[in-house]
């Protein structure tokens, strides 16, 4: 199974064992030969997972991460060093492939048709991303709710607009709006919910380094505007109902 990005950053192929073949990615015709041998050294579970990534874009964030670690003292020659500015550049790139991705749709694949009009919650989705100002991670957990008006939408989908808009550069307001304006603009529902609770490397292990600080954003449209509807919310995502 493939998966193409618009940009081609990055291609994640699960391949099942099979006799040697080869892959040519298009855009930039890299040829790449599958061994079997070393297909069947690295089997998990029936397949082996492989992520080839665009080339250009390692070489080009790899020689600047050779220089900002150069420049801060170390020998970049050093066993311990000499691959780690290509592996910051495959990370970035996989921290970052949200922007190849169009969230509207991820959601209009999953489209139905359905009288139903209560609230529908998808809570704790976990998120990891980078805050833009400092290019540390923050991560913690969303708590999404819509009320359908007329058309549902596959509950994986709700996760994976939050995927999308995480796997960025990002601060905690705009990723909880975006999230909330995604879902407004493409379902059309009667009302849009999002809170992000999360921690920030920024603030633990850097600057004020408060170590028990949590963020919390919220966003809300339409039905949850309503004080009882939103309080509902509430307390169903700060329920322990499993």
Sequence with gaps: MERYTGNQK????????????????SNFNVPMS???KMLEQNEMDGYAKIDQYNPRLVK???EHYASIISSLGEDIDRDGLKKTPERVA??????????????ADILKSAMFKDKYQQ???????????????????FFGKAHVAYIPNGCIV???????????FARRLQVQERLTTEIRDCIQ?????????VVIEAKHLCMLMRGIQKQNSVATTSAFTGEFENDKTRGEFIRLISAKLA
Excluded: W
């Excluded at 994640?12 to 892959?23: M, V």
């Excluded at 596959?154 to 999308?164: D, F, P, Q, Y």
């Design 10 to 25: 990055i291609i994640i192929l699960n391949l099942y064992l099979a006799s040697d073949f080869e892959i040519r990615i």
């Design 34 to 36: 599958i061994d079997k």
């Design 60 to 62: 080009t964030i790899s």
């Design 90 to 103: 495959k990370a970035l790139q996989f921290l970052t492939h949200g922007y190849d991705l169009n969230a």
């Design 119 to 137: 609230m529908v919650i998808v809570k704790d989705i976990e998120i990891y991303s980078l805050c833009e100002h400092h290019l540390l991670p």
């Design 154 to 164: 596959g509950l994986s989908k709700i996760a994976r607009v939050v995927e999308v």
């Design 185 to 193: 603009d493409t379902l059309n529902p009667l009302g849009v919910a």
